[in-house]
């Protein structure tokens, strides 16, 4: 683990609300100024609002107005989409275009990890704040609210990976996502992750049937396997897998991106017309990532 990234881990880990002054000293500088040269390793520095919050914090502001705000929980915009891309769409105040789906890296933007959303050749997209309908959870609880950024995402900092919440509460539950780690190397740049441990109940948290190998709670069937090893028999090819203890781990990441995936179905892949479900590659291909050896 790199030292960029076990300084965000720590950033990250200090609790909302508890507005104790940070205990660490490279990072014990209140409100706006502290992040220069910690999280951007590219051309503009900038402040990170998710977290290292102190008694004095000024950062608040970043996102909430306390008698001039435009939306709900006192938010500086009006719904949450709009906040997060107040800083992450055009790189106004992170090197996260997360609606383009790019990372800043000089002139040459890289692509995102997970996938922009409503970005131009986008096929299939975890659908944000849209029609106001809620979707229904393919392999979850019927849903009675629409998702946004923070229903996966906890603004104020999370130990997990990327901030992912430690608890979700959308749509009434509350599931734990206790320790989802990955190691991110070349950070805000053409970033490489290592998924380690916990990515399976980050999804699970909402589709808590697709974890299961028979059946589940809300429907009946069968599943690809999931937190097993690749055996001798099996291909890793390019597709991710977790690596901590025991390492070669499928997951849900390994065929799914988070955000969105541009591919699209062929005719001859028999899955025209269906959605491309926010896979790695088109049509079947990544079960001949994994299964090309066996026939
Ligand atoms: C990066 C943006 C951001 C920053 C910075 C931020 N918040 Fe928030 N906060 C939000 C969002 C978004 C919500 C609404 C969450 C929701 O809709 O569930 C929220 C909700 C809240 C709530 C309502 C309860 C909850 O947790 O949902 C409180 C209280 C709160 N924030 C306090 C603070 C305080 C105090 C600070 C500074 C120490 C702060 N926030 C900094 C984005 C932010
Ligand atoms: C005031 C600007 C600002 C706002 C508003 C904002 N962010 Fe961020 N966010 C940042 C910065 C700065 C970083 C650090 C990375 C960088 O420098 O670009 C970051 C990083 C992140 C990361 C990656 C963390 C990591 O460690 O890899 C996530 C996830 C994230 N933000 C989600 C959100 C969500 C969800 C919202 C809306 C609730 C939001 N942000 C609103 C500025 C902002
Ligand atoms: C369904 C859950 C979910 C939703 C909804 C979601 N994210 Fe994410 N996001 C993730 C996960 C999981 C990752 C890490 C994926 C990976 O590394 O493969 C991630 C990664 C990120 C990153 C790191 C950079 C990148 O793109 O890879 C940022 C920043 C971010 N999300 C912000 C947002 C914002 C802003 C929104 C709303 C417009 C949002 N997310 C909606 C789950 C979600
Ligand atoms: C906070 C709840 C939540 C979490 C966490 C979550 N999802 Fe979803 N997911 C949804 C909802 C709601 C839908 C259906 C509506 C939509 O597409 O947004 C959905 C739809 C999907 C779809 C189908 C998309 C399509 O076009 O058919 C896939 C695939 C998916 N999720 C994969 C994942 C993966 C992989 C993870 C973990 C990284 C994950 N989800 C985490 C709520 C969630
Ligand atoms: C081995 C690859 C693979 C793994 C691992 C995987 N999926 Fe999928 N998933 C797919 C494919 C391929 C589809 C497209 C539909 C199909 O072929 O059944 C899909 C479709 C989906 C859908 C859309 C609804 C549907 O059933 O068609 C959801 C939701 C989903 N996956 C969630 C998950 C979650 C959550 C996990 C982890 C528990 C997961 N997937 C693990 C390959 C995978
Ligand atoms: C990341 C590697 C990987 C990918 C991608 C992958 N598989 Fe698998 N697959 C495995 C492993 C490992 C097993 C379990 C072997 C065992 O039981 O030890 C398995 C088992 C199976 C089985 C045996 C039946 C069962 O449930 O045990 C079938 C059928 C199968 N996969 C089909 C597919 C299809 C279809 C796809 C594409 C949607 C796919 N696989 C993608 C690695 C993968």
């Given at each position: 683990?790199?030292?960029?990234v076990c300084a965000v881990a720590i950033a990250l880990s200090i609790p909302l609300l508890s507005l104790l002054p940070i205990q660490f000293a490279s990072l014990n500088v209140p409100g706006w100024s502290f992040s220069a040269g910690l999280f951007a390793t590219s051309a503009e520095a900038w402040s990170n609002p998710h977290g290292s919050y102190d008694a004095t914090t000024g950062l608040c502001a970043a996102c909430h107005r306390a008698h001039s705000a435009s939306g709900p929980a006192i938010m500086a ?219």
């Amino acid at each position: 683990m790199g030292k960029i990234v076990c300084a965000v881990a720590i950033a990250l880990s200090i609790p909302l609300l508890s507005l104790l002054p940070i205990q660490f000293a490279s990072l014990n500088v209140p409100g706006w100024s502290f992040s220069a040269g910690l999280f951007a390793t590219s051309a503009e520095a900038w402040s990170n609002p998710h977290g290292s919050y102190d008694a004095t914090t000024g950062l608040c502001a970043a996102c909430h107005r306390a008698h001039s705000a435009s939306g709900p929980a006192i938010m500086a915009a009006s719904n949450v989409r709009n906040l997060c891309d107040s800083c992450h769409q055009g790189y106004q105040g992170s090197d996260y275009d997360v609606e383009g789906g790019t990372i800043r890296n000089g002139g040459a933007n890289s692509p995102s990890i997970s996938g922009g959303f409503s970005a131009a050749g986008v096929t299939s997209e975890h659908l944000i704040d849209t029609s106001g309908n809620p979707l229904r959870v393919p392999g979850g609880a019927s849903s009675s609210t629409t998702l946004t950024c923070v229903s996966c995402h906890n603004p104020h900092g999370s130990s997990n990976y990327r901030l992912f919440r430690q608890t979700v509460t959308w749509n009434g539950l509350n599931a734990s996502v206790p320790n989802f780690t990955a190691t991110l190397s070349n950070r805000l740049a053409t970033e490489t992750v290592v998924y380690q441990t916990g990515s399976i109940d980050a999804c699970d948290a909402c589709h808590s049937d697709y974890s299961q190998r028979v059946g589940g709670s809300y429907s009946a069937g069968f599943r690809h396997k999931v937190g097993v090893t690749i055996s001798a028999s099996n291909t890793p090819g390019s597709l991710p897998l977790e690596q901590q203890s025991p390492a070669n781990r499928i997951v849900c990441l390994t065929c799914h991106n988070a955000h969105s995936t541009k591919v699209t179905n062929t005719a001859n892949g028999g899955r025209q017309g269906f959605s491309t479900a926010l896979k790695r590659y088109t049509d079947s291909g990544m079960c001949s990532g994994c299964h090309f050896n066996q026939w």
